[in-house]
């Protein structure tokens, strides 16, 4: 995905968000102008959030403080419920507001709805902002700035936007990176740098850094920066490397142990969760199928193996036709769609795979398209229940070579 694909997403997202505030804004007024009504208040006073606060400070508030001032001295219940300045408001309440058996009961369910419109009125004091900020991006900011508690982004975005980021006065205290082994070094010191420093020292108290080492480092196609400068090393990795205490999990829960059993003398003591052991779809057999997982040898097709259009550009029309084959047989035997992905180690094999299912399948109602088609670095980090991969090469080995 591009880098404008990335921002555009992001910024997408925060408008959305934005969008559901005023939405939520006119539930709230709404809500304030049924309260003005049974209060006999004009009903005006839910034209803004500003005009909200006034009511509530002269009208809701007020009559609350003089009904506690009255009903808490007598401690009879029939004449609190009679005295509850809100009655009409909570009306429709599925149950009878007050019991009248008992003071301390109705007591607090009384004061249970008046911590209802309390809120009511906090949301709105907090969404008020949004009405003097008109433009979107204005709004957006201040949503990011002020009110988001946890805010998600890409490092890509992290290192476009950050002077943006700084000059909004963006502040937070904890950083976690997901996927950190696949994270250029320097592209992760730079979410660590979107604020300005208090008193010369940041405030950032906590980094936590999730990925996996053992798996795909980060991409540099500069074979020199890459081998001789190991700028393929993650700052997970180096640290790793350099005996900085980590957690390392023990457990998999994603494949059958027989599929994980190929995979597990990577790691230390990996073991299975229960639910790969125990649960019915792995305990059942796949239809249409000898094995839980096989390797097939694909011969040269129509006279050809591997084929290589423009340098590096690695294609196995053969391995195309075979993988996009054994899809549609998945998917006439009723295999979803989306629980099946086709994954391969050359980008030039990716494009030729979706040009045959394009051909093939797409437009057929009992095929459809996989759930994915890319590269398996593209699917670092994701999973489905079905995974086809073509590994493309038959003149070298290639990529499989690497562990």
Known sequence: MGEQELESEEDYSRAGRVNAMLARRLQLLAEVERLARSLGVPEDVAYTCETAAHFWLLHVLSRWERFVATA????????????????????????????????????????????????MFQELEEIRPFEL????????????????????MTCTHAALKRREFVDLAFKYDNLVMEEAAQILEIETFIPMLLQRNEDGVSRLKRVCLIGDHHQLPPVVKNMAFQKFSHLDQSLFAR???????????????????????????????????????????????????????????????????????????????????????VFCFMRLLGYPASKISILTTYNGQK??????????????????????????DKFQGQQNDYVLLSLVRSRVVGHVRDV
């Open 133 to 152: 900020l008109r433009g979107q991006a204005d709004r957006v900011n201040y949503l990011m700035s002020k009110q988001a508690r946890i805010v998600a």
């Open 239 to 325: 640290f790793v490397r350099l005996g900085t205490p980590y957690v390392e999990l023990n457990a998999q829960g994603r494949a059958r142990p027989s599929i994980a059993n190929l995979y597990n003398w990577r790691y230390r003591c990996l073991g299975d969760l229960p639910n790969v052991r125990e649960s019915p779809e792995f305990q059942m057999a796949n239809a249409g199928f000898a094995h839980e997982y096989q390797f097939v040898d694909v011969g040269e097709y129509m006279g050809q193996g591997e084929s290589e259009p423009t340098p590096y550009f690695y294609q196995n029309l053969g391995e195309a036709e075979y993988v996009v084959s």
């Open 351 to 376: 494009h030729l795979i979706r040009d045959v299912i394009e051909r093939r399948c797409a437009n057929h109602p009992a095929l459809g398209r996989p759930q994915k088609v890319t590269t398996v």
């Open 72 to 119: 808490a001295p007598s401690r009879d219940a029939a004449a609190m419920a009679a005295a509850f300045p809100f009655k009409d408001f909570f009306s429709d309440a599925p149950a009878p507001l007050f019991s009248g058996k008992s003071f301390d009961a109705d007591m607090e369910r009384a004061r249970g709805c008046f911590r209802h419109l309390r809120t």
